[in-house]
């Protein structure tokens, strides 16, 4: 590819995007909330970006959601080229950590230059920032050399077990995957990500009554406790682990039977994550009369920067350059689905979504002044990547 950008007017970039209606647009999907293991929830989501896209003229497929999940929404552009013709991939996730009820206490505000809301930074914002590049690319009647997809799935947040089939499939036909997660605190785009493993764990313990008979039982909390900090310290520059679910007992006057948890490390480099994951399915129970289950999730692979992807940075580069603002490269951590493209080895670019921070927190919100250039960047790559 070619990452030199002529010196004509690219006219994308001077497309009339603005940012309040951006935000009037952004508003409905933002209030509607699509927790993950709500698939219900997600399908709405769903119903509201299928119906955005249509109305753009793309070809809306709906796939049914399976393991309990939602559904994925697939839209494809017409194109003269036809739907053989390795175009680019917009892969995008609908689904988001905030439960059912998180707008009562994260409600949508607009406070000078930024904007709160569930879901609104991880990743609505950039979801929509690239329709809304796609419907300004049609109301101007400007060509894109290659065929747009999206695809939008229900799951990612729990590392996309039920989609990512769908993902690496999808993507075996692009010629470029585009991915609108966050942009970096720089305002910078991800070209490459680290490994990740998850990790299921229960202990069995002994049952007893906590008053009357305490020293017959044996806890299955106290073992999983034992368990989480022998594994957080297991924590190197190299590898990390930290245990965020954990549920254990039922009755505060009986001694644990059962304690459940859930694991994630995550590594640089793909033999590190291994050498975890050898460590982590190689724990033993740390006190006796007490049984340890460990199994293995889903995996995220690493996905290293290779000369694709980097010709493709270079492409969203200059055209960063010709908006007036840099995009520096980084690998991050925090696992997306541009994991699998980029480990397939088709160019991919991640972290061209919206500016902002607080992911996963009550604190989620978007800088609102990220919104147009990073549409007018993401345009800019639709309609000059070939």
Same mark, same amino acid.
């Not at 020293?215 to 930290?242: K, N, P």
């Given at each position: 590819?070619?990452?030199?950008?002529?010196?004509? *007017?690219?006219?994308?970039?001077?497309?009339?995007?603005?940012?309040?209606?951006?935000?009037?647009?952004? =508003?409905?999907?933002?209030?509607?909330?699509?927790?993950?293991?709500?698939?219900?929830?997600?399908?709405?989501?769903? &119903?509201?970006?299928?119906?955005?896209?249509?109305?753009?003229?793309?070809?809306?497929?709906?796939?049914?959601?399976?393991?309990?999940?939602?559904?994925? $929404?697939?839209?494809?552009?017409?194109?003269?080229?036809?739907?053989?013709?390795?175009?680019?991939?917009?892969?995008?996730?609908? &689904? @988001?950590?905030?439960?059912?009820?998180?707008?009562?206490?994260?409600?949508?505000?607009?406070?000078?230059?930024?904007?709160?809301?569930?879901?609104?930074?991880?990743?609505?914002?950039? @979801?929509?920032?690239?329709?809304?590049?796609?419907?300004?690319?049609?109301?101007?009647?400007?060509? @894109? *050399?290659?065929? $747009?997809?999206?695809?939008?799935?229900?799951?990612?947040?729990?590392?996309?077990?039920?989609?990512? &089939?769908?993902?690496?499939?999808?993507?075996?036909?692009?010629?470029?995957?585009?991915? *609108?997660? *966050?942009? =970096?605190?720089?305002?910078?785009?991800?070209? %490459?990500?680290?490994?990740?493993?998850?990790?299921?764990?229960?202990?069995?313990?002994?049952?007893?009554?906590?008053?009357?008979?305490?020293?017959?039982?044996?806890?299955?909390?106290?073992?999983?406790?034992?368990?989480?900090?022998?594994?957080?310290?297991?924590?190197?520059?190299?590898?990390?682990?930290?245990? %965020?679910?954990?549920?254990?007992?039922?009755?505060?006057?009986?001694?644990?039977?059962?304690?459940?948890?859930?694991?994630?490390?995550?590594?640089?480099?793909?033999?590190?994550? &291994?050498?975890?994951?050898?460590?982590?399915?190689?724990?033993?129970?740390?006190?006796?009369?007490?049984?340890?289950?460990?199994?293995?999730?889903?995996? =995220?692979?690493?996905?290293?920067?290779?000369?694709? @992807?980097?010709?493709?940075?270079?492409?969203?580069?200059?055209?960063?350059? =010709?908006?007036?603002?840099?995009?520096?490269?980084?690998?991050?951590?925090?696992?997306?689905?541009?994991?699998?493209?980029?480990?397939?080895?088709?160019?991919?670019?991640?972290?061209?979504?919206?500016?902002?921070?607080?992911?996963?927190?009550?604190?989620?919100?978007?800088? $609102?002044?990220?919104?147009?250039?990073?549409?007018?960047?993401?345009?800019?790559?639709?309609?000059?990547?070939?």
């Amino acid at each position: 590819m070619d990452a030199s950008l002529p010196a004509a *007017p690219l006219p994308a970039l001077d497309l009339p995007f603005e940012m309040e209606a951006m935000l009037e647009g952004l =508003r409905p999907w933002v209030e509607c909330e699509s927790p993950t293991f709500d698939a219900a929830a997600v399908n709405r989501m769903m &119903d509201l970006a299928g119906r955005d896209l249509a109305l753009l003229g793309a070809r809306v497929e709906r796939i049914a959601g399976r393991m309990g999940f939602g559904d994925c $929404v697939r839209a494809r552009f017409p194109h003269p080229a036809g739907d053989t013709t390795p175009g680019i991939l917009v892969l995008a996730h609908l &689904d @988001t950590v905030h439960p059912v009820g998180t707008l009562k206490k994260l409600p949508w505000k607009r406070e000078g230059g930024t904007c709160r809301g569930p879901g609104i930074f991880d990743m609505k914002g950039g @979801t929509f920032l690239a329709v809304e590049a796609m419907r300004q690319i049609l109301r101007a009647g400007l060509p @894109t *050399p290659l065929p $747009v997809t999206f695809l939008l799935t229900p799951d990612e947040e729990v590392g996309s077990p039920s989609t990512r &089939d769908l993902i690496e499939a999808e993507a075996r036909r692009a010629r470029y995957v585009l991915v *609108p997660e *966050p942009a =970096r605190p720089d305002g910078g785009v991800v070209t %490459g990500r680290y490994a990740i493993a998850r990790f299921n764990l229960r202990s069995t313990g002994r049952p007893s009554h906590a008053g009357s008979t305490l020293g017959e039982g044996r806890s299955a909390i106290r073992e999983m406790c034992r368990q989480v900090l022998a594994i957080e310290a297991m924590t190197t520059e190299d590898c990390t682990f930290s245990a %965020g679910v954990i549920h254990g007992g039922q009755w505060v006057n009986c001694v644990a039977t059962h304690c459940d948890a859930e694991v994630l490390s995550m590594a640089k480099r793909q033999a590190d994550l &291994d050498a975890g994951v050898e460590r982590m399915l190689a724990l033993k129970p740390a006190a006796p009369d007490v049984a340890l289950e460990v199994t293995r999730g889903v995996t =995220r692979p690493v996905w290293e920067p290779d000369a694709g @992807t980097m010709a493709l940075y270079e492409v969203a580069r200059g055209i960063a350059e =010709r908006l007036g603002f840099a995009i520096p490269p980084q690998s991050s951590g925090g696992g997306s689905d541009g994991n699998f493209t980029g480990a397939m080895g088709i160019p991919t670019l991640d972290g061209l979504g919206v500016a902002g921070a607080g992911a996963h927190t009550l604190d989620e919100h978007i800088a $609102v002044g990220s919104l147009v250039p990073r549409a007018r960047l993401f345009a800019g790559l639709l309609s000059r990547l070939s």
